[in-house]
């Protein structure tokens, strides 16, 4: 059982250059979430997914868009790379659950954009 | 939106003694309150998590406890080992079918002296 993968693993960008994060997860979870993660910040929402076809903004929406065309893929894009969006990105999964329930977290992926 | 505050951001402790983290939350409805464990380079991951319904929660070596009226909760680790030593990320969300709103903390590393 995979989990959740993220395709690339580390990446390079010039500034203004574009580019997509894949998120994969073989759990049928319905909720899929994007996290950047920066040095003494924490984690923060990018966008999230309640479903297939769905998406909403998290807590740092900018810079970022997001699809769902599949229940088992969640990708993040990068219309035009800034230098301020050098970070980790995590992408999560969880269940539909009547309360809170476990995100399972992705390997990450280091992003420097120069 | 919902705002969390991770004291403190560093802690070292001796091999043995007890480890305790404490987190606030801002926001009344929240119900849903997890830990995760970050090891270095790694993704992170859960490690005990407590519903608004209930005021403490153990396993093993870790507890949770939870106090609704102030808005604050904690993570305790007992007979800390060398393995514990981690970031530590505490989260609050009003949690009603998923974690549509996880919000964490900025964390606590936590190193443990031989």
């Known amino acids: 059982n995979a989990g959740v993968t993220q395709t690339p693993k580390f990446r390079v960008l010039k500034t203004g250059q574009s580019m997509t994060l894949l998120c994969a997860q073989d759990m049928n979870h319905e909720y899929m979430y994007w996290y950047r993660q920066d040095p003494g910040m924490g984690l923060r929402l990018i966008h999230y997914s309640v479903g297939e076809g769905t998406t909403a903004k998290g807590e740092v929406p900018d810079g970022y868009n997001v699809s769902r065309l599949k229940k088992q893929n969640f990708l993040l894009g990068l219309e035009s790379a800034a230098p301020s969006q050098t970070s980790v990105y995590f992408c999560a999964s969880s269940y539909r659950a009547p309360a809170g329930t476990e995100a399972f977290f992705g390997q990450g992926t280091r992003l420097t954009v120069v | 939106g919902e705002n969390v505050e991770q004291h403190p951001s560093t802690l070292s402790v001796q091999e043995g003694d007890s480890a305790v983290i404490k987190c606030t939350y801002s926001?009344?409805?929240?119900?849903?309150f997890p830990w995760y464990k970050q090891e270095l380079g790694k993704r992170p991951q859960l490690i005990i998590d407590i519903h608004s319904n209930v005021g403490e929660k153990k396993d093993q070596r870790i507890a949770v406890t939870l106090n609704k009226t102030a808005k604050h909760f904690s993570l305790h680790i007992t007979e800390t080992q060398p393995e514990d030593s981690a970031v530590y990320f505490c989260?609050?969300?009003?949690?009603?079918?998923?974690?549509?709103?996880?919000?964490f903390g900025t964390g606590t590393r936590l190193t443990i002296i031989p």
């Open positions: 989260a609050a969300s009003l949690a009603n079918f998923g974690n549509e709103k996880l919000t």
């Open positions: 926001d009344s409805a929240s119900n849903y």
